[in-house]
């Protein structure tokens, strides 16, 4: 039996927040992509996402080893990943294929790279915007390619890869459903400091990351994922092992009608919390068996997200979630991370600097305080 030990949420080629080549796609390139799983074991296998693909996406080769530096791998691990028993897979267009198991012994919490090989154009590339690691491309075939020194571009998303899986018989698994908070915004980036990281060190227990930076729970977005309420399934049920779920959603429904600089998503729909309410409620009809721990908005005075529309319901939204007993277990991040001079703002000490997302101590107290309610 396989469990989950790692995840990315895919999302639709787009521009992003930072640069990526999700739109451009790969040609007689070598993509090296490192993730760390959550979960150890004798056997790995990873699953791969043409979701927004419109064309069966060829993969040339590919290859899994621990990580050393950089793009380098450790020689002796290196293994070849089969498909079907074939040493090439194609994808369906919105579709996905699974490895065959590799031999290869994994820990939780040591990193690994998989190095995908494309020989012919891909087209635009179901991607994972912000990976806050460095994912590398270089020319030709580098399947096997170990210090890494050819690989020569660097970028900070995933592509294609979505899940690595172990042969370990683990139902102890717990999803985070969220939007940049649980994406890990703000975290130190190569060092693993996003709240999802710092709750796999907590519990021991496989902790799957189904975060997208910008996204809704009630709406779609060609930047910020599909929204919540669709993409549950694909980014939390449908996967191994999990018996938790964390709901951190609802900061971008309420914020982006008071942005005014930036115009990745208008005109924005002004959300009320009855709307809201109705949208956690979806979830977690569709969450059932699953035990769902609901966490309190952020506080974000002084924001982008900020205005008075968005300040009354979130209030709303955060007294619902502590008062309404309809979620298994609450955790009050809300209040938690608050600034005691000033309740609607994140306290200084955990504030990333935009009043909106925390840096690497404020998602460790998300983390502890999360760790203490499971």
Sequence with gaps: MFTTAWTASPQLPSEGFTPNWSREGFWRQSLRQTVTPTASGGRIRVRLSHTYGTSPLRIAGATIARTTTGAGIAPGSLRRLRFGGADEAVVP?????????????VT??????????????????????????????????????????????????????????????????????GDSITDGFGSTPGAGRRWSDALARRTARPVLNAGIGGNLLLNDSAWYGERAVHRLRRDVLDHHGVNTLVVLLGLNDIGFSEINEQPTYKPAPIVEAAELIAGHRELLRQARGLRVIG??????????????????VSREVNTWTRESGEYDTVVDLGRLLADPADPERLHPAYDFGDHLHPQDKGYEVMAEAVAAVL
């Design 295 to 312: 966490a309190t908005l952020l506080p974000f005075a002084g924001s982008d997200h900020w205005g008075e529309h968005a300040a009354r």
């Design 108 to 177: 939780a919490g040591e990193p690994l790279t998989v190095t995908l090989y494309f020989a012919t154009a891909t087209g635009p590339t179901t991607f994972h915007a912000q990976a806050f690691t460095h994912s590398h491309r270089g020319d030709g075939d580098l399947l096997d390619h170990t210090d890494g020194t050819r690989f020569d571009a660097v970028t900070e998303s995933w592509y294609v890869l979505s899940a690595v899986e172990v042969d370990a018989h683990r139902t102890d698994g717990i999803a985070l459903l």
């Design 93 to 105: 267009a919105r579709g996905q294929t699974v490895s065959d198991p590799a031999e290869l012994p």
